[in-house]
């Protein structure tokens, strides 16, 4: 063909004979082995789907996204049975972007995921905007929940989940989707260095302990352009780099491959959420100090039809204002915001620099501050000492904790969307009100999503105050406190 290759289909590998330089391969069906010799190998396995070892997961209506196949036969499924009720076993991305087809093909679905929060590369606070989405999607969500068996009787199937008293959860179809791992089997059984991660170790030209074979894809260990940790990067993008670079080096040139920012996005419903570079968890696992703000601005000019607000949390280091992490959450442009930061933090840029970042400006698309420079300006700062923050995850939520918490929204945002316990002096009537503030009390100062409880911040403190801001304002507390049912969806 085009390229001069020759492609062996229903054919698998078995082993490597590193001495002799020939891989032993199986013909499917039948088995016949053959040897094929080598100058250069490059192994590009993937990753396999995990199937959990729990009594009915290999029921016929259970099914398992690996490959082609699979797709396939959950689609035949679907068409030929009619099920009306779904569970998904997982809270990764296929596992979402599974939910919401199953809803969107009229199917009453339910998400299991054993953890506290579905999305692990977010931080809770952020993935908790997820989940709240979910709900308000109808999905019936079960966080912290184990199944323990799946039995097949008369009208379905049963999910037995931890915790749950009862007939068990009814579907008529499970789909798994609990993660993936490296497939490295052939690459261990021939001597090849594995990593601390599970993955296959190489080299920046991807050449793994044995100069003449390489390695690519969700395979091969990489390590984290936030924290310089080895970890698995399941993702396409990288896979496909990580070959060309192989692929060049075998050639003869001299190409290499970098630090991974693991950089993704999922599409939740009507949402897009994107991470890039490190989470909170990661960075505490790493002991490196680091610095975070939360804002949600418009995703255009306000006053151009059609906007919404992003979520974004954006990590940095304490001191230096490198960029460690962004995640970015919305209804319309965090993809293109998550990609600028995704090229600043690639770039060695830090937090202070993205305020400077002259990007593309009209109202039908941004402000002509962009968020990206907005999430600049407040970690600008942070760091500069201008502004001192707490966090709503961080501390106990009102009712609690003894706060004294003010609202500088105006009375209707503050009547529409309380917060209990807090006064409500709009920031237009501070200066003229401060008699009523304490000024023995820490004031912790919020508003909509955190401009006007900095400049009251400000204000607050030029008056002798001890004020802090709430970073994220009410649309984090609102996320935090609906996950935690202190609230319920209006």
């Not at 996005?265 to 505490?284: H, I, P, R, W």
């Not at 607050?460 to 319920?488: C, H, P």
Request: net charge positive.
């Amino acid at each position: 063909g085009r390229f001069n290759l020759t492609v062996l289909v229903n054919t698998e590998a078995v082993a490597i004979n590193r001495k002799q330089k020939t891989v032993t391969a199986k013909k499917l069906p039948g088995g016949e082995l053959s040897d094929y010799p080598y100058d250069k190998l490059l192994l590009a396995p993937g990753s396999c789907a995990v199937r959990p070892s729990i009594a009915g997961a290999d029921l016929p209506e259970v099914f398992l996204l690996k490959d082609v196949g699979g797709t396939a036969a959950l689609k035949n499924f679907l068409n030929s049975q009619k099920p009306e009720r779904a569970a998904v076993i997982g809270g990764g991305s296929i596992g979402l972007e599974a939910a919401e087809n199953f809803c969107a093909l009229g199917l009453k679905t339910a998400l299991i995921e054993a953890s506290g929060q579905i999305m692990p590369a977010f931080d809770p606070e952020m993935a908790a905007i997820l989940q709240n989405h979910l709900r308000q999607k109808k999905v019936d969500l079960r966080l912290n929940t184990l199944v323990s068996g799946i039995e097949k009787k008369r009208g379905g199937l049963v999910l037995r989940l931890s915790g749950e008293k009862g007939g068990g959860l009814k579907a008529d179809l499970v789909l798994l989707s609990m993660g993936v791992r490296p497939e490295t089997s052939l690459a261990a059984a021939a001597g090849l260095k594995i990593g601390k991660s599970g993955g296959i170790k190489t080299n920046r030209f991807m050449q793994t302990s044995d100069k003449d074979i390489y390695a690519a894809g969700d395979a091969v260990e990489s390590i984290h352009a936030a924290t310089g940790r080895p970890f698995i990067a399941a993702l396409a993008g990288n896979a496909g780099k990580q070959a060309r670079v192989a692929a060049a080096h075998i050639a003869g040139e001299k190409k290499t491959f970098g630090r991974v920012l693991a950089s993704a996005a999922v599409k939740v419903f009507d949402l897009t959420a994107c991470v890039v570079g490190a989470n909170e968890k990661e960075l505490k696992a790493a002991g490196l100090n680091y610095d975070k703000v939360y804002l949600h601005p418009a995703s255009r000019a306000a006053y151009y039809p059609g906007g919404s607000p992003l979520s974004i949390k954006l990590l940095f280091a304490a001191g230096s204002g490198k960029i460690l992490g962004a995640q970015v959450i919305g209804k319309s442009g965090a993809d293109k915001r998550a990609d600028v930061f995704a090229a600043a933090l690639k770039s060695g840029l830090t937090a202070c620099d993205l305020g400077e970042l002259e990007l593309v400006y009209a109202p039908p698309y941004a402000s002509a501050r962009d968020p990206v420079n907005y999430a600049g300006d407040v970690a600008a700062q942070v760091l500069t000492g201008g502004l001192r923050q707490a966090f709503w995850q961080d501390a106990p939520l009102p009712g609690g904790g003894g706060r004294f918490l003010l609202d500088v929204r105006t009375a209707a945002e503050h009547a529409g969307a309380p917060i209990n316990g807090a006064l409500n002096i709009p920031l237009h009537e501070l200066r003229e009100r401060t008699g009523e503030l304490p000024k023995d009390k820490t004031i912790y100062v919020f508003c909509h999503s955190g401009l006007r409880s900095y400049i009251a911040c400000r204000a607050l403190t030029q008056k002798g105050f001890d004020a802090v801001n709430m970073s994220g304002g009410y649309m984090s507390w609102r996320e935090i406190a609906l996950e935690q049912g202190l609230i319920k969806e209006r």
